[in-house]
């Protein structure tokens, strides 16, 4: 399940948006024209209300001029609710393929375990505490820890992932997930979940966005936004009496479409006041959210809430664990160090030798290192009795005709040598040494041939490989200003070299689950976001103590319980890209807020003359975009205004790019492109806008 | 010399001298408001008023300390008001003259000079007595700006503390700022104003005859004392009616120089304490930026429109000398009109009615900056930062983090509070310029049309950002315009103060938040940029509409 860190990480991104969405979720668009699920949105409430107070007024009074800003209203309002439902939708997707897996099932309760008399009962009935057994071909009835047995679990309908995983009692992969399914043998399952509280069902809340609670960046934000709604509401509202004090002044000047001697018409306020407004943040604000939370379900990370996601963004340090996540699970031999005179193949063939019958990854390395630097093949082991590692000799070896090999532990080789009559050379000390200040781990190979002083050959250097790309991810969280500490429970001096080889700026040498919640307790302590990965029971207390936990979906259910977030993928190095989605929908907001408020120039350009040059003729000078006529005029900056939301739908899900860079680049690159772009644009849009307009008949 | 170039000097001088102000005076407001000792009188006060100076405020109480003084001040200030007639020093008028202070005017007038704002509807000079000149509300002068002054303070160690949300002593700042900054500065102020020609006795005035063989009763009184405070506190209120256009009050062109750099100096300094009391000079320097940007492209944009000035009586003689003295000419009137109104002061040596169209435009459009380039004397920096906050906000979410500002988040309290600050004066500018026309009380105006509207919306503008100065053309001193302009003033003042302390406290509660690599810079040149551009942007876009329909129609 190990995934290797690629030096390009998955682009986020989720391609264009298919027309095909938008269409497919008109329904659920018109569904929340409700009044009362839109008046959580105080934005696109005020453009209801407008849309609602024009309709009125059109019937009244109607117009070609008056109709088309109403229905245009009403597409702003529904554009708006469109982006929240095509958002939605793609989580409903997931959720339908989640519930096919919570099927009903019964389940084989053991009501006096450790007796195995059985009981059926609905799996839906069961309770905390209780325990089931599973077979082959069972499927899992409920969320809990294996605490009998071993066997393979097909976990595809929560994961995806079609390779089965093995579950066992004891240890962090003991945990299994209900409307999962056992493919081989037996395993007795404590339940640890409550009624319909299990992983599947949260999963299909959260995916669904069925209890979504505004994050508090989102809720600042909102405030802001309604800040500006106020504002421009005040202005327009106060402009009436204004209006007619002008109008009053300059009686002789003929009625207008926009002004007479009643003040403005009532359209024309609710259209300059809908421009005004940040629609287009507004309505794209929540679909934004969900989109951030979608991004996550994508990559196989199930976010509890936002928070945890918007945290993310703010994360100032990494507590990465080094084993699995900055470096390869297991050690590999890196060379042969020959010593006493003996030649480098003489020794790699012994080290060769010895390690042929030898499974574990350490000796595989040996085999295939020998093999790539002497051009050593694999030979015949006919013949060979191969000695196993066990704890008391702390080595293995072979025994030949005549000859026998060993290698392990310098101690425990170097007592051998001497036991067989040989006398070691400093030499072989002073290797050992040299490896272990590295950060490797030294095997002293050595052999007796029968009849002759047993002698040490060498000694084969392993180490751990550090992931590649490893070094530049680092850098790149660097830039970000973001702090990496690397988490292990080797020595201080092991630990240093593979922290200065992989590039992260700080590392917790024989770290234990306490020194680990210590370091999250002292980070947070000078006001720093943490962010963690873990799997075991005993990273529980420090994934729920870390700003950001994400826990293992291999791991224990206390584990995943602790965490706010759970990887489907277990796949540690997923923390890097779930920051930077962090920021990523971050960035979204402000860069859409910026965008929304920039616009607004434009519109006044278009929307001030066309109210007032008729009184005041010098302020068609402020007609720079040389609009037609005051109708198409106003007209246009509706258009634009509704427009540009569908435009913007695929942005709003996707999130704009990023790219890990330092706060001052990000800012520079997204202020030219949505704050100067924000001027700019509204000023072309409609102007072409308004040269279609004013081709059809009787608007001009 | 001609007048550009002379106007170019008189400009740059006063940018090195505020420049050294910024540096020394903003270092001794720091030494003032961080000290630990208490000098002799000091003790006195506290002990004369029940203050332990040592107890530190929440966000609460400090508001309630500020609120509980003013509405003091404002009820010793209206009463003194109504008495004055049976006060003694009442040397200038004939008897009756009571009648002149209405309630609705002592009711106007006392939260005008309560809340820095001195909009003055009335002539000092046959109005008031010299009693109430020098006790009211010159007091007023020096406390009003030392609570604005102390508010400010409170806001920066909001950023500057953390985890307890203590803002200080409000009494402690009142004291001191009064005592170590304003008074003194002031002695020296006024001395040298003597010094350049204005008047500071006790006369009932002189009776002189004039050219023409008329009669003109000349009146003296403490008027140089008044004016070192009116300009110092950024206050503006006058002795005489036409303010420092009075030869008596700022009689010559150095005089001029003078009492403009008096108007910066304190606004100037001020970011330097932020900076300062920050650990971080580059933040102070960052906020100055900003306020220099705006304040000399102000500067420059009025004396142009003036220099430039179209329109039909400018054209005819020559220059837009209309309203304007010939001791300042053209370049010194505009540029004392920017200052007046880039801060709260108000002080007027010259006619904004009769200004060009829109070189009339921009004392309206400083105010609507919300007086933060510089600002008054305090709400200068608490505003500018308050903007600050919110160009945070936006421009750190663009960075990818939840904002925060000098390792404070700004989150969804900060917002509402920044956000509220910064609604409540554009709300009451334009309420009451609608009330004003839509209840028919601009017809107490001179001009109609465009030039009338501004000057309705002037009025509203200035007393809602406590500025004070105004367009004149309108006939104020109505029950009408004295209750919604006095009601503008004190709301205008309190309302935002108290948004601003709330703003202080949950600063001050939370912990910081180290700096990164991904921690927006707030001293660069970039986010000066966004921060002047934030406030232009949001103003116009509030008030266009409303700009449009006065010196735009007008002007273009």
């Known amino acids: ?700 | 010399m001609n007048t550009t170039s002379a106007g170019v000097i008189f400009v740059l001088s006063l940018i090195v001298a505020l420049a050294v102000a910024y540096r020394y005076l903003g270092d001794y407001l720091y030494r003032v408001v961080s000290g630990s000792k208490h000098s002799a009188v000091e003790r006195g006060l506290y002990r004369a008023i029940g203050v332990n100076p040592a107890a530190e405020q929440t966000w609460g109480t400090y508001a309630r300390s500020v609120l509980a003084f003013s509405a003091v001040s404002l009820l010793f200030l209206y009463a003194f008001l109504r008495l004055q007639d049976f006060l003694f020093a009442n040397p200038n008028f004939e008897t009756g003259i009571n009648e002149r202070v209405f309630d609705h005017l002592a009711w106007n007038t006392a939260v005008s000079f309560v809340t820095n704002t001195n909009w003055q509807a009335y002539s000092g000079e046959s109005t008031m007595t010299h009693l109430v000149q020098a006790a009211g509300l010159s007091v007023q002068n020096f406390v009003s700006a030392a609570v604005g002054i102390a508010v400010a303070v409170a806001l920066v160690r909001g950023f500057a503390r953390s985890r307890n949300g203590q803002l200080g002593n409000f009494w402690v700042d009142l004291t001191r700022i009064t005592l170590r900054v304003l008074l003194p500065i002031s002695a020296v102020a006024a001395i040298l104003l003597i010094a350049g020609g204005a008047v500071q006795n006790f006369t009932d005035g002189t009776v002189v005859s004039t050219l023409t063989g008329g009669e003109q009763h000349l009146t003296g009184g403490l008027v140089a004392s008044q004016e070192a405070i009116k300009e110092l506190g950024t206050n503006g209120g006058g002795f005489y009616n036409v303010n420092s256009a009075h030869p008596f009050e700022n009689p010559s062109a150095w005089t001029n120089w003078l009492q403009i750099f008096l108007i910066f100096c304190i606004p100037v300094a001020l970011p330097r304490v932020f900076g300062r009391m920050v650990k971080d000079n580059r933040q102070g320097y960052a906020i100055i930026a900003v306020m220099g940007i705006l304040a000399i492209a102000s500067i420059a944009l009025t004396n142009v429109f003036e220099l430039h000035g179209a329109g039909t009586v400018p054209m005819a003689i020559g220059a837009a000398m209309e309203g304007k003295d010939i001791r300042f000419g053209v370049s010194d009137s505009a540029t004392f009109a920017a200052a007046t109104t880039l801060t709260s002061t108000g002080a007027v040596n010259s006619f904004h009615d009769s200004y060009t169209a829109l070189g009339g435009m921009m004392p309206m459009f400083n105010m609507m900056l919300g007086e933060v380039a510089p600002g008054g004397v305090g709400a200068g920096l608490y505003g500018m930062l308050v903007i600050a906050v919110i160009t945070v906000f936006v421009a750190g979410l663009m960075v990818g983090r939840t904002p925060e500002y000098l390792g404070k988040k700004i989150g969804a309290r900060e917002i509402k509070f920044a956000s509220l600050y910064f609604l409540i004066t554009p709300a009451l500018v334009l309420i009451g310029t609608a009330a004003a026309l839509a209840s028919g009380n601009w017809r107490t105006q001179a001009n109609v049309g465009p030039h009338g509207f501004s000057e309705v919306l002037y009025a509203f503008t200035s007393a809602s950002n406590n500025n004070g100065s105004a367009f004149g053309g309108i006939t104020v001193n109505t029950p009408w315009w004295d209750t919604a302009l006095g009601l503008c003033m004190l709301l205008g003042r309190f309302l935002p103060i108290i948004m601003v302390l709330g703003l202080a406290g949950s600063l001050a509660a939370q912990k910081p938040t180290p700096a990164s690599a991904g921690t927006l810079p707030t001293h660069q040149p970039l986010f000066v940029a966004m921060v002047a551009g934030v406030v232009v942007i949001l103003v116009a876009l509030t008030f266009l509409p409303a700009l449009a329909l006065g010196p735009l129609a007008e002007g273009l």
């Open chain 1, 1 to 700: 399940m190990t995934t290797l860190a690629t030096t390009s990480p998955k682009k986020i991104g989720a391609g264009l948006l298919d027309p095909r969405m938008l269409w497919k979720s008109l329904p659920d668009a018109l569904r929340k024209l409700n009044p009362a699920s839109l008046w959580r949105n105080p934005v696109m409430f005020i453009v209801w209300v407008g849309a609602v107070f024009s309709t009125v007024l059109a019937i009244t009074d109607p117009s070609a001029f008056a109709w088309i800003i109403v229905v245009w209203l009403w597409l702003t309002v529904v554009f708006a609710n469109l982006a929240e439902a095509v958002a939605e939708g793609r989580g409903k997707a997931q959720a339908a393929t989640l519930r096919q897996a919570k099927k009903d099932t019964i389940a084989r309760k053991l009501p006096r375990w450790p007796a195995t008399d059985e009981v059926a009962i609905e799996a839906v009935a069961l309770k905390q505490g209780d325990v089931v057994v599973c077979e082959a071909g069972d499927t899992i009835p409920g969320d809990g820890d294996v605490i009998e047995g071993i066997a393979s679990v097909d976990e595809s309908a929560i994961t995806g992932e079609s390779a089965p995983v093995i579950r066992e009692s004891g240890g962090d992969r003991s945990a299994v997930t209900g409307g999962t399914k056992v493919l081989s043998d037996r395993i007795v399952i404590k339940i640890t979940q409550r009624p319909g509280e299990s992983f599947i069902d949260r999963m299909i809340a959260l995916v669904e966005g069925a209890n979504r609670q505004k994050t508090p960046n989102e809720i600042a934000l909102n405030i802001l936004l309604a800040s500006l709604t106020i504002i421009f509401l005040l202005t327009v509202v106060t402009l009436q009496p204004m209006a007619i004090y002008a109008k009053a002044w300059q009686g002789a000047a003929p009625d207008t479409i926009a002004l007479g001697q009643d003040g403005l018409s009532g359209i024309v306020l609710v259209s300059l006041l809908v421009a005004l407004i940040p629609t287009t943040i507004g309505a794209l604000l929540s679909a934004i959210g969900i989109a951030g939370m979608d991004r996550l379900v994508q990559r196989n990370v199930l976010a509890m809430s936002g928070r945890a996601v918007e945290a993310a963004g703010d994360v100032n340090t990494l507590l990465l664990d080094k084993t699995g996540t900055i470096t390869l699970g297991n050690r590999q031999a890196a060379e042969f160090l020959p010593v006493a005179g003996t030649d480098a193949q003489e020794l790699a063939n012994a080290a060769q030798l010895s390690s042929l019958a030898d499974e574990t990854p350490e000796g595989r390395s040996i085999v295939v290192l020998a093999k790539q630097q002497y051009n050593l093949r694999e030979r015949e082991t006919a013949g060979l009795l191969f000695v196993p590692f066990t704890a008391q000799t702390r080595m293995s070896g072979v025994d030949l005709p005549g000859r026998q090999v060993r290698k392990g532990a310098a101690t425990a080789v170097m007592k051998w040598v001497r036991d067989n009559g040989g006398h070691p050379t400093d030499e072989v000390g002073h290797v050992v040494d040299a490896i272990s200040s590295s950060g490797g781990t030294p095997l002293v190979v050595a052999e007796v041939v029968s009849g002759q002083q047993a002698r040490a050959l060498g000694v084969i250097h392993l180490k751990d490989v550090v992931k590649q790309g490893m070094r530049e991810r680092f850098d790149e969280m660097r830039r970000m200003g973001i702090r990496t500490v690397m988490i292990t429970g080797d020595n201080p001096l092991t630990a240093k070299a593979i922290a200065d080889e992989a590039g992260v700026d700080d590392f917790l040498a024989e770290a234990t689950p306490e020194d680990k919640l210590a370091l999250i307790r002292k980070e947070q302590e000078g006001g720093r976001l943490v962010a963690m990965t873990g799997d075991g029971t005993n990273d529980a207390p420090a994934l729920a103590q870390a700003d950001v936990g994400v826990a293992m979906n291999t791991g224990t259910s206390a584990a995943k319980e602790a965490g706010n977030m759970v990887d489907l993928d277990s796949d540690p190095t997923k923390l890097i890209e779930i920051v930077e989605i962090g920021k990523q929908l971050l960035i979204t907001r402000g860069a859409l807020t910026t965008f929304s408020i920039a616009n607004d120039i434009a519109k006044y350009f278009a929307i001030i003359p066309a109210m007032f040059a008729g009184v005041y003729p010098a302020l068609e000078g402020m007609n720079i975009m040389r609009l037609t006529s005051p109708t198409t005029a106003i007209i246009s900056a509706i258009i634009f205004n509704a427009l540009v939301i569908i435009a913007l739908i695929p942005l709003a899900l996707r999130g704009v790019r990023y790219t890990p860079s330092s706060a001052s680049k990000l800012l520079t690159r997204n202020l030219w492109i949505y704050g100067l772009g924000g001027i700019i644009a509204p000023f072309i849009g409609i102007k072409l806008i308004d040269m279609i307009v004013s081709l059809i008949p009787g608007i001009s």
